[in-house]
């Protein structure tokens, strides 16, 4: 089977992608490895640049129960500080969020494939790309976008994780007096060995997601209760926060092996890298969805003005290194005893660095690519 193009995935970038190529008359085969959406390893958090996108893809997160977000609170063993976001913001599971962008690619025209795993990609004979999947077909098309995520393709992949990062999901139940604490909150809590995020999401639940390095996760024997029990350890905020909580999965979502901090430098010609495929931010940003939505609103803009993809992808990379060199500088601080001690002191003393820091770390450039690029 031959299309014009082939975009391999059907998470955030991906399905962004088709749907702005197949709203410009372009004929799009969307290939989607899960048969039905389910939750993934993500915090949920969208920034003001995730919901302009998402609006403009046709996305209503009002109608599908996202929790607004209006405040950013740190918290460092017993300190915390909070500040106003900058930015308009809201959290929303991913899996109503992805299950909204798979239905708006069927109606914009994209031909999606569900419950498919692509197994190879190679160029064929006469430049055209060339996917192999699980049941042993095969899909072809001159240009293909890869929007994997996290899961790279024999072929395509991206360094190996140095730091060996393990991230965690959990939903839960808070308490009553804890939700109404936590209310319309994004909170980082800190730890010696990484960070994690709480907010609520949809149905009166709180997604409490964390990343911590593999050597952490072994001192706390490998465990999730026991890794619970020393995160609450060392932020006493996150032990109030849990007290009373009931866990609503039987166990915690994980994955492992994240490349923080990487930008994708080259790439061959035909083939477009978007998403977690073109950049992956460190996660405290919680701009991973707005820079999935971004790379894949500009890459298609670039497959539309027929900028060849291996032009595209370093000037993608050059915008967005200063902002990455940026976040992975403050992970750096996170990560570091001092630091990590007198930040919330510091930021009660000025809260605007706060605001100031979620600000620079958002890796949208406006202006650069109107989201026009995804109108009819
Ligand atoms: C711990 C953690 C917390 C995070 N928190 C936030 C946050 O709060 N806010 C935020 O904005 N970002 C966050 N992110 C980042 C965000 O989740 C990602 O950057 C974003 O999902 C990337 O979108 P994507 O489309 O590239 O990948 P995905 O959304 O993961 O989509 C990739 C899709 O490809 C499919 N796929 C994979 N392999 C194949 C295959 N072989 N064949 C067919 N299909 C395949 C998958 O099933 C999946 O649906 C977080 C990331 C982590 C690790």
């Given at each position: 089977m031959q299309d014009e193009v082939l975009i391999l995935g059907g998470g955030v970038a991906g399905c962004a992608a088709s749907i702005a190529l197949a709203r410009k008359g372009r004929s799009v085969t969307l290939i989607e490895r899960e048969p039905t959406s389910r939750h993934k390893v993500c915090g949920e958090f969208l920034s003001g640049e995730a919901l302009e996108d998402l609006h403009v893809l046709g996305i209503d997160v009002a109608s599908l129960g996202a929790v607004p977000i209006n405040y950013v609170r740190l918290a460092a063993a017993r300190r915390a500080a909070e500040a106003p976001l900058p930015f308009p913001a809201a959290s929303l599971t991913r899996k109503a969020l992805d299950a909204a962008l798979i239905a708006a690619a069927i109606a914009a025209g994209v031909r999606v494939e569900r419950g498919r795993s692509v197994q190879s990609l190679s160029r064929a004979t006469g430049n055209l790309w060339h996917a192999t999947l699980d049941n042993g077909t095969t899909c072809e098309a001159p240009t293909t976008f890869l929007a994997t995520g996290k899961h790279d393709l024999r072929g395509h992949g991206r360094p190996?994780?140095?730091?060996q990062w393990v991230a965690f999901k959990m939903y839960y139940r808070l308490s009553p007096t804890q939700t109404a604490d936590l209310a319309d909150a994004s909170e980082l809590t800190l730890y010696s060995g990484g960070y994690g995020g709480i907010q609520r999401v949809e149905d009166g639940i709180a997604n409490f997601c964390c990343v911590v390095q593999r050597r952490y996760f072994a001192r706390a024997g490998l465990r999730w209760e026991g890794l619970l029990a020393k995160m609450q350890q060392d932020c006493p905020h996150l032990a109030m926060r849990l007290d009373g909580a009931e866990p609503l999965l039987d166990k915690p979502i994980t994955i492992t092996h994240i490349p923080y901090g990487y930008l994708r430098r080259a790439t061959e010609d035909g083939l477009y890298c978007i998403g977690d495929q073109a950049a992956v931010i460190?996660?405290?940003?919680?701009d991973g969805i707005s820079i999935a939505l971004h790379t894949a609103r500009r890459a298609a803009a670039a497959y539309l003005a027929a900028e060849p993809a291996p032009v595209f992808q370093p000037k993608l990379r050059s915008a967005m290194l200063p902002q990455m060199l940026l976040a992975e500088f403050a992970a750096s601080g996170l990560n570091n005893a001092f630091a990590r001690a007198v930040l919330p002191f510091c930021l009660r003393v000025w809260p605007g660095a706060m605001r100031v820091t979620a600000r620079l770390t958002r890796v949208t450039q406006p202006g650069a690519i109107a989201p026009q690029a995804f109108v009819n």
């Open positions: 190996k994780d140095t730091h460190p996660s405290f940003t919680g």
